[in-house]
């Protein structure tokens, strides 16, 4: 079955332990994507990844960090949490053409302490 | 860089049309616009896309003006299960890279 994977479903931290929100794809896509999403603010984007070794900035990057080593993974890291990313995090995956739909992970809630 | 506006919310009875529009004045030429379905606890999924006149699948209808400004997602005879958000997306190829620009989504709420 075509899908991307987010580990943890949830997560409950506390302010400044490292933490990494792991994200998978089983359909060979290029582009991959982080967003969070808050209450009245929809879905922003924070980093995304072209292809293997090639990420760039989205809307909302500061305090996190990402990478790419692989096709199928991408994760999240949060160097040094802090409560205000409190947030529902999705990852999602397209194939080079992002005319094509994305395929979203089923979110991981993370709240920081 | 092509930025949406969507309503906040709509309401709804079971069995009505319901039209969503979406805002994108800055739109490029080569973007397309494209319509996510979000239920609670669960990723958005994609509904529609479409480029100019009208696009229909077995779920739902998209209408683009000539100008491409606006579209309106159209879903014919909403069942209580059509309760969801529902965001308005467009590609934009911009030197900067891909930037998604998602509206903040319209909560639909569908009342018996």
């Known amino acids: 079955e075509a899908q991307v994977t987010q580990n943890p479903r949830y997560l409950i931290t506390v302010t400044g332990k490292k933490l990494t929100v792991t994200c998978s794809q089983n359909m060979n896509h290029e582009y991959m994507s982080w967003y969070r999403q808050d209450p009245g603010l929809g879905l922003r984007q924070i980093y995304y990844?072209?292809?293997?070794?090639?990420?760039d900035k989205g809307d909302v990057p500061e305090g996190y960090k990402v990478s790419r080593k692989e096709k199928r993974n991408f994760p999240l890291i949060l160097e040094s949490p802090s409560p205000n990313q409190t947030s529902l995090y999705f990852c999602?995956?397209?194939?080079?053409?992002?005319?094509?739909?994305?395929?979203f992970g089923n979110g991981t809630r993370l709240t920081v302490t | 860089l092509a930025k949406t506006t969507q309503p906040i919310s709509m309401d709804s009875y079971e069995g009505q049309e319901v039209n969503i529009t979406c805002s994108h004045n800055n739109i490029a030429t080569n973007d397309y616009i494209t319509w996510y379905q979000q239920f609670p606890s669960q990723g958005p999924r994609f509904i529609i896309q479409g480029y100019k006149t009208k696009v229909t699948n077995e779920v739902a209808s998209l209408f683009i003006p000539a100008d491409r400004k606006s579209s309106t997602l159209s879903l014919p005879r909403v069942s209580l299960s059509d309760t969801a958000v529902y965001y308005c997306l467009v590609v934009s190829n911009s030197n900067s890279g891909y930037a998604l620009n998602f509206g903040k989504g319209t909560s639909l709420l569908v009342t018996p």
């Open positions: 990844s072209m292809n293997v070794e090639v990420t």
């Open positions: 999602a995956s397209s194939s080079r053409d992002l005319n094509s739909p994305l395929h």
